[in-house]
């Protein structure tokens, strides 16, 4: 299957909001572009991807965060973040910015409705780096990057890295 090309801020589409999957989208099709999407996320190593990362501007994404030593693929197609409780303190880096990592605070547990590549809803309730994870790629498809999470100070510090990368030509 081939890899799809990730997009890096400041792409437009990352900064768009994305609509929402219809119904005639899901099945074999969603499916078909879910793997790729999860082959892509794998291959750069990181533990989750919103879809507009690889240039679709929909709500949906994957992610594998592993729950005791085992994988956890996951799914959520128009995710809906129902209740958040409590506060974490931590790293973050996104597969769209290549090279930053940056402390970012978040909620410690989340409660999100959302379809899977049936069609079928269910809710989820999850903590720690995986509430993160959902956190982050709910932002994804709503045109929030983690940049806009960082406090002011963090966010010139990251704006100036950027600028320093970019310049390398690490970052295109
Ligand atoms: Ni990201």
């Known amino acids: 299957m081939p ?20 119904e ?6 969603m499916q ?10 794998r291959e750069a ?10 240039g679709i501007s929909k709500r949906f ?15 959520l197609i128009n995710p809906e973040i129902l209740r958040v409780e409590g506060e974490q303190l931590g790293d ?16 410690m547990r989340v409660i999100v409705k959302a379809q899977d590549v049936s069609g079928a809803e269910r809710e989820l309730d999850l903590t720690g780096l995986a509430a993160r994870c959902v956190l982050h790629e709910t932002d994804h498809c709503d045109g929030i990057v ?10 010139e510090l990251a704006k100036r890295k950027i600028k320093r990368l970019q310049k390398t030509g690490k970052w295109e």
């Open 92 to 107: 973050e880096g996104c597969l769209s910015f290549p090279g930053l990592y940056q402390t970012v605070k978040r909620d």
């Open 146 to 155: 983690f940049l806009d999470r960082m406090t002011p100070l963090k966010r």
């Open 45 to 54: 190593e990181g533990v989750g991807l919103a879809a507009p990362q690889v």
């Open 32 to 41: 078909a572009v879910v793997d790729d999407m999860f082959e892509t996320m």
């Open 24 to 29: 005639e989208d899901l099945g074999p099709k």
């Open 3 to 22: 890899l799809m090309r990730i997009v890096h801020y400041p792409e437009p589409v990352l900064l768009a909001v994305g609509k929402p999957v219809a």
């Open 61 to 75: 994404f994957v992610m594998d965060v592993p729950e005791e030593g085992r994988p956890n693929p996951l799914v």
